[in-house]
């Protein structure tokens, strides 16, 4: 069975309900596929489980016998209690030992007292290890894709709240902007930020848009000002190279949109005459002016404003809104005579 509501995937991977026995949990966000195979193993076994209880299979047993996780699983740990299995593995051996798995429970086989996570990658829908989780009732099947602005939001909160920190308007948003797809590694540098923050003797930490800025790596930022510069220098082709590139590296086409308003801003402070950029963005600032006059500039803000606001309120592919923007701007300033 599918689970595909936020909700219901969090209270699955607290409780999961006695009726099923295993979880494949699949898809691009790996740091995300492991935080939440060990968060059912935490729901499982409680908080510090017996070794005996933990079983990791390996490909080569799988392979050698895909009966093998059901004979792992029906067998009794040695110092009794509930089971835990664990399998990291190609989808065909995966796959060979859920079909192996389920077929045992067809013709009438008990129930084990275990349950197991198959671990995996990105998994298209006519995979055979997916469609067969998805159709199983005593089987849950959760995709994990990349954090998007919301889910970051919520990780973020989470975090600090655990650590008892406070954080600013200005430095949340930062975080957001610089956080990438991998929830892993998110999580890391929450933590490394939270420790850093942290006073000796002080029981939470106060962060600072300064704290971001000095801290936190802007995560894949020198592909988004190349997609930008593609996008700004009429370098069509570039550019949707660079944008599923990007995509496909979970970087959040808000992430790249916000970035490439922050960008036409400077431009348009260039423009008018008040500065409002650094002395590294000035040769890339100076060439896109050369292609874009004042009026196309506005026009160009006002359209990066609207896509933002449809990524986040008409339910439509984001990465969609966000291409055919920028693929429209890089066909515009293509056709752009170069001042």
């Known amino acids: 069975m599918q689970i595909k509501r936020s909700e219901e995937i969090e209270a699955f991977l607290k409780a999961p309900p006695r009726d099923v026995e295993g979880a494949l949990i699949h898809g691009r966000d790996q740091g995300l596929v492991r935080e939440r195979s ?60 859920l079909e192996a798995y389920l077929g045992e429970r067809e013709t009438g086989a008990a129930r084990p007292d275990a349950f197991f996570v198959i671990e995996a990658g990105d998994l298209r829908p006519s995979s055979a290890l997916r469609k067969a989780a998805e159709s199983a009732a005593s089987v849950a099947a959760i995709a994990c894709y990349p954090d998007d602005e919301t889910s970051l939001e919520a990780l973020i909160e989470t975090v600090l709240q655990q650590a008892r920190a ?18 892993g590694v998110s999580r890391q540098e929450l933590e490394k930020l939270v420790l850093y923050c942290t006073s000796p003797g002080a029981s939470g930490a106060e962060i600072g848009l300064s704290d971001v800025l000095a801290l936190i790596g802007d995560t894949g930022g020198a592909e988004v000002d190349q997609l930008i510069d593609a996008v700004l220098s009429g370098q069509v082709e570039a550019a949707a190279r660079q944008s599923r590139r990007l995509s496909a590296e979970g970087v959040h086409p808000v992430r790249i949109l916000r970035a490439l308003g922050m960008h036409l801003d400077r431009l348009a402070a260039l423009e008018s005459g008040k500065g409002g950029y650094s002395y590294y ?14 009026r196309n500039v506005a026009r160009a803000q ?14 439509l592919p984001a990465e969609e809104i966000s291409e055919r923007l920028l693929l429209a701007l890089a066909r515009g300033a293509r056709e752009a005579p170069a001042g």
């Not at 017996?50 to 895909?66: G, T």
């Not at 040769?283 to 874009?292: G, Q």
């Not at 990066?304 to 990524?311: F, H, M, S």
């Open 38 to 97: 060990k968060a059912l193993e935490a729901a499982v076994l409680g908080g510090a489980p017996d070794p005996f209880q933990l079983v990791e299979l390996s490909e080569a047993e799988i392979k050698d016998a895909p009966g093998a996780l059901y004979a792992e699983a029906a067998s009794i740990s040695m110092l009794g209690g509930r089971k835990f299995i664990r399998l990291r593995m190609s989808a065909d051996a995966a796959g060979s030992a």
């Open 302 to 315: 006002g359209l990066v404003l609207e896509a933002e606001l449809q990524c986040k309120t008409t339910g």
């Open 166 to 183: 406070e954080i600013s308007h200005e430095a949340k948003l930062a975080l957001v902007e610089r956080l990438g797809g991998d929830r």
């Open 281 to 294: 963005q000035a040769e890339a600032l100076k060439r896109h002016a050369a292609r874009w006059p004042a």
